[in-house]
């Protein structure tokens, strides 16, 4: 009998939080070495300056920052590299946009990170909210409290005597 080798696409958000780190490295864990990861950006020109003279300029400036995001993202996680992914920078909604890419790459799962903002955010709506109760694939979210809990718990080292 040969172990049959599974090819997961994994879609996740990306924002440069702690969780969205983390959420990245979970992702690759995810999709193994034969997987695809599809890394998502999105970013909003507030519709106040819909119309205005300079909202053309404003929206050239936000792409280019979220072009920058993920240029950073590469440099930053090496492991990045070792798994096929693509790049997807959105204009809209996060929420929006990695249902969107979820939907399109036909996903297995999507992972994304989460503030933890507090209450009155979560009345709002947060993005990890939104994911979930959108999406028709399973969702893991990784909590920021995780991450920092992790960065802060030292770790025990066995040593051979």
Do not use: F, W
């Not at 694939?137 to 066995?158: D, F, G, H, S, Y």
């Amino acid at each position: 009998m040969t172990a049959e080798i599974i090819s997961r696409t994994i879609v996740v958000g990306y924002d440069e939080s702690p969780a969205a780190k983390a959420a990245v490295e979970y992702a690759i864990d995810r999709a193994g070495p034969d997987g695809h990861v599809v890394v998502v950006h999105a970013y909003l020109v507030p519709n106040d300056h819909v119309g205005a003279s300079y909202y053309n300029e404003m929206l050239a400036d936000a792409s280019q920052y979220a072009t920058g995001v993920l240029d950073r993202l590469e440099q930053d996680c090496e492991r990045l590299g070792t798994v096929a992914y693509d790049r997807d920078v959105s204009v809209g909604s996060a929420a929006t946009a990695i249902i969107g890419a979820a939907e399109s790459h036909q996903a297995d799962e999507i992972v994304v990170g989460s503030r933890g903002v507090g209450r009155v955010r979560a009345l709002m709506g947060s993005v990890a909210h939104d994911v979930i109760h959108r999406a028709r694939c399973p969702v893991t979210v990784i909590p920021e409290r995780m991450v920092e809990l992790q960065t802060r718990t030292p770790v025990a080292v066995a040593s051979a005597v």
